[in-house]
């Protein structure tokens, strides 16, 4: 199905169930595509919850240019627009926001600078931090990029096999068509001001929020979840870290366990 957005469409996915205790929308990562979700959906269907995803502007069926975005305040505009689907699908249901890797910053914007009225939110894995120095030459290059050349595609420089521990999910990345792996210097330096700004007002999220992220995570720096933890009002969040996974927690061998962990602290958000 696709949702009005702006001059265009996003493509978006519905994995309904009946009489569901609550509705979770996703917002997925960087490079990839909302039906790489489908196990989590399946798995939160079977506990309860309907689940609602699209797909980023850029990415996956989505049209427009891949890894690109004009301004920011876009994507803030596309989880407004999931929201806003999922509303009208459940009006009655409450509703909580799950964003994972680009998805985490972009989620974490989204709370602070937008205050949607839902039931609660998971940051997952947030591209907040990045776990390598960054030179100061390649931050002044997107920079100056984005005034000239702001849609030009580069390399994102995505270490697939950074993604998850488990082979298979590593091979199934590298074989989707629907993934890519270029990004714009309007996107990218978008989303690494994004990091900074989610960082420093981290106090301005204010529903129930958890917090989870691999500790071996080389893509994005358990740091900058932790530091989002640090600054917010921790009376709300709730910050967990995985002891030697991999980005995609919910793509690990342990998924299991992480996904248990995140329908019993839905459960416990339901139960107050």
């Known amino acids: 199905m696709f949702l009005p957005f702006h001059q265009t469409h996003l493509f978006a996915r519905h994995w309904p169930i009946d009489n569901p205790k609550a509705v979770v929308g996703i917002v997925h990562g960087f490079g990839e595509h909302s039906g790489r979700y489908a196990h989590m959906a399946a798995f939160l269907n079977q506990h309860g919850y309907a689940v609602t995803a699209y797909d980023l502007p850029g990415h996956g069926q989505t049209k427009g240019k891949r890894g690109h975005v004009d301004q920011y305040e876009t994507l803030l505009d596309s989880v407004q627009a999931l929201l806003d689907f999922t509303r009208t699908e459940y009006p009655e249901r409450p509703v909580f926001l799950f964003g994972h890797s680009m998805g985490g910053n972009i989620l974490a914007n989204f709370l602070i600078r937008r205050q949607p009225a839902i039931q609660g939110a998971i940051v997952q894995g947030a591209w907040l931090n990045v776990p390598y120095a960054l030179p100061k030459f390649e931050i002044w290059l997107a920079k100056t990029m984005r005034n000239i ?101 919910h793509n690990e061998p342990e998924q299991q366990t992480v996904f248990n962990y995140m329908t019993g602290w839905l459960d416990s958000r339901l139960a107050r």
Not at 154 to 181: E, G, I
Not at 185 to 197: I, L, N, R, T, V
């Open 149 to 249: 050349l702001p849609s030009i595609q580069v390399s994102s420089k995505l270490d697939v096999s950074a993604v998850s521990r488990d082979p298979a999910v590593v091979a199934a990345y590298k074989a989707d068509p629907l993934n890519h792996s270029v990004i714009t210097p309007g996107w990218f330096f978008g989303a690494y001001e994004a990091q900074q700004y989610a960082i420093s007002h981290a106090a301005g999220i204010q529903v129930p929020t958890l917090i989870m992220h691999g500790t071996a995570d080389k893509i994005a720096g358990v740091a900058g979840s932790k530091a989002l933890y640090e600054n917010g009002n921790k009376a709300l969040l709730t910050v967990k870290t995985w002891d030697g996974l991999y980005h995609e927690i």
